[in-house]
């Protein structure tokens, strides 16, 4: 009798275990018709609407996702393009596969780097209508953040805006890297050598177009907008000429979890992980940590010297 308990036990088991791979696929196809109804319906809401996008330009794990996101909480943003080069349409010049699917880095650089000869025209057009599908409430503004992107292609994002403005996040370069190895498998495959020169190279190709973007760039260091987030937040607004916000963004509830993008939301709010860069250092070894260094110090510290320092 007990045989036959456990027996039963173990079928219905494996009923439910070759079910839940199932029930996976169903929620994630149900999140998905949701979110293309959602978003059509805003496009057609939005079809005589034109945005001024404000670019988010940084490294992947550098607190794009933090600082655009509090951003759009905080001043008068119609919606907010979360990854723009994943989301725009399949048609665009600027759509991206996720990362996964590139074979190296040196492979998924040159995708990003070839946008700068698209059509002006059609690269527009299809952030407009990306756009149009995320804005939420009225307005004229939007926020656009893709992390790498926005790096390599600043050359065609401001031919297709000549008046958007960008903020660039900078971060420790050795907490970056540590995260690009870590998070992302063909970082992680790749050399420690080709990760420090794409980090360096996707810099200075935004570094370098600096002088044309004027007082339209604002730098600012990821470890101040977590020190004093109320403070950067307000010097990036009056140098951008930002109003406050009257409808915040909502956000979901989402646990503390590294690697995950914002590290954690409770009550709609964003909570400030003050030990990440140090998490980072404890994860990679003193040979690679001084590499690091050595090879980025100077750029880094270049960036801070024009980064932006809000006034006590």
Not at 122 to 151: I, M, W
Not at 171 to 188: L, M, Q, S
Request: glycine share 8%.
């Amino acid at each position: 009798m007990i045989g036959g308990v456990v027996l039963r036990w173990a079928s219905m088991s494996r009923q439910r275990s070759s079910r839940r791979p199932l029930r996976k696929i169903q929620k994630r196809v149900s999140a998905s018709i949701r979110r293309t109804a959602v978003e059509g319906l805003r496009a057609f809401q939005n079809r005589r609407e034109v945005y001024r996008p404000v670019f988010v330009a940084g490294s992947m794990g550098s607190g794009t996702s933090l600082l655009a996101v509090l951003l759009a909480q905080r001043f008068d943003f119609a919606g907010i393009a979360y990854e723009s080069a994943l989301q725009v349409g399949y048609r665009s010049p600027l759509r991206l596969r996720k990362l996964k699917r590139y074979t190296s880095i040196r492979a998924y650089e040159n995708v990003l780097r070839a946008a700068n000869n698209a059509d002006v025209a059609v690269c527009r057009e299809s952030l407009q209508q990306l756009y149009r599908r995320v804005a939420f409430q009225p307005g004229h503004r939007t926020v656009d953040k893709a992390p790498n992107a926005t790096l390599l292609r600043v050359e065609v994002l401001m031919r297709c805006f000549p008046d958007a403005p960008f903020v660039l996040v900078i971060r420790d370069p050795v907490a970056t890297i540590e995260g690009f190895r870590r998070k992302w498998k063909i970082f992680g495959r790749d050399t420690l050598a080709e990760n420090i020169r794409f980090y360096a190279d996707s810099h200075r190709a935004f570094l370098d177009n600096r002088p044309v973007l004027g007082d339209r760039v604002v730098i600012v260091e990821y470890e101040a907008i977590v020190a004093t987030p109320d403070r950067m937040l307000d010097a990036v607004g009056e140098c951008l000429g930002l109003r406050a916000s009257t409808a915040q963004v909502r956000l979901e509830d989402r646990p503390n979890a590294p690697g995950k993008g914002l590290r954690g939301v409770e009550g709609g709010k964003i909570s400030m992980v003050s030990d990440a860069n140090r998490e980072s250092h404890g994860r990679i070894g003193e040979k690679e940590i001084e590499e690091i260094q050595a090879a980025l110090g100077s750029l880094h510290e270049e960036m801070r010297t024009l980064s932006l320092r809000p006034s006590v």
